[in-house]
Nanobody, 127 residues
Framework: QVQLVESGGGSVQVGGSLRLSCAAS????????LGWFRQHPGKEREFVAA????????DYADSVKGRFAISRDNAKNSVFLQMNSLKPEETAVYYC????????????????????WGQGTQVTVPS
């Protein structure tokens, strides 16, 4: 059974940094494009970052460009999200997601296209 498990969330002051990790099991990790999404209380899930199977190509939501960085380690079945200069409005539950069948070099930004999801990790940036 495929599992994605996020970690690294927590509470951080405004302007601080966090590094989220997502460990995958029971899948051929390099066959999957990956993404990070977040959900604010009472709102719909939104795209944060995505990465291709090889890790060469990436995309970010406009709101996080220049501050967040997505990466992956296929040897360790893990994907990461480095978040810098965090803002209070980025308080949310952050999820990683995986989807197979994506052409090498492409990433996926639409949450409806992802097959597998983690349980989420809470990130809190008090104002």
């Amino acid at each position: 059974q495929v599992q994605l498990v996020e970690s690294g969330g927590g509470s951080v002051q405004v302007g601080g940094s966090l590094r989220l990790s997502c460990a995958a099991s029971a899948l051929i990790f390099s066959n999957y494009a990956l993404g990070w999404f977040r959900q604010h209380p009472g709102k719909e899930r939104e795209f944060v970052a995505a990465i291709s199977r090889s890790g060469v190509t990436k995309d970010y939501a406009d709101s996080v460009k220049g501050r967040f960085a997505i990466s992956r380690d296929n040897a360790k079945n893990s994907v990461f999200l480095q978040m810098n200069s965090l803002k209070p409005e980025e308080t949310a539950v952050y999820y990683c997601a995986a989807v197979s069948g994506i052409t090498t070099g492409y990433y996926v930004t639409q949450d409806t296209k992802y097959r597998y999801w983690g349980q989420g990790t809470q990130v809190t940036v008090p104002s």
